[in-house]
């Protein structure tokens, strides 16, 4: 026979798992999150991580190329370019990548080269700010 306390306990039970549910599914994690680094102060030879929404591309040429459609707007040569080119949508926190060097692009933008470790091909990241963190020893 149930009595109030068991109806309490019950409600409160499926209300915790409710919230833990809600909690795991929107992608809120528990813990310390890597804190961005200053895009300007990053040099050669660092290790770092990807932790925001970025695009990169084997080749600085491609990076270009996709940037100037972006800039243009045009979705069809983005597409384009995008799987002609094998360029990849990095999502959420991925690496560590070492940086091996840096160019600027058109109107302030810059781009990252980097390589996985263990030691992968070169990619060129589009590096805005917030993109990288400095990852922990």
Same mark, same amino acid.
């Given at each position: 026979?149930?009595?109030?306390?068991? #109806?309490?306990?019950?409600?409160?039970?499926? #209300? @915790?798992?409710?919230? =833990?549910?809600?909690?795991? $599914?929107? !992608?809120?994690?528990?813990?310390?999150?890597?804190?961005?680094?200053?895009?300007?102060?990053?040099? @050669?030879?660092?290790?770092?991580?990807?932790?925001?929404?970025?695009?990169?591309?084997?080749? #600085?040429?491609?990076?270009?190329? #996709?940037?100037?459609?972006?800039?243009?707007?045009? &979705?069809?040569?983005? @597409?384009?370019?995008?799987?002609?080119?094998?360029?990849? $949508?990095? $999502? !959420?926190? =991925?690496?560590?990548?070492?940086?091996?060097?840096?160019?600027? !692009?058109? =109107?302030?933008?810059?781009?990252?080269?980097? @390589?996985?470790?263990?030691?992968?091909? &070169?990619?060129?990241?589009?590096?805005?700010? !917030?993109?990288?963190?400095?990852?922990?020893?």
């Amino acid at each position: 026979m149930l009595t109030k306390k068991h #109806l309490i306990g019950a409600i409160t039970i499926m #209300l @915790a798992v409710s919230v =833990a549910v809600v909690l795991a $599914k929107s !992608g809120v994690r528990r813990g310390h999150s890597l804190p961005p680094a200053d895009l300007a102060s990053l040099r @050669a030879g660092e290790a770092v991580m990807v932790i925001r929404t970025t695009y990169a591309c084997p080749s #600085l040429a491609a990076m270009n190329r #996709l940037h100037e459609d972006a800039v243009a707007h045009d &979705e069809i040569g983005f @597409a384009n370019h995008f799987s002609r080119e094998h360029c990849e $949508k990095i $999502k !959420g926190v =991925a690496g560590p990548f070492r940086i091996l060097g840096f160019s600027d !692009g058109p =109107a302030g933008v810059r781009y990252v080269g980097v @390589a996985g470790e263990p030691p992968q091909p &070169e990619r060129w990241i589009f590096g805005a700010p !917030g993109v990288f963190s400095l990852r922990k020893p």
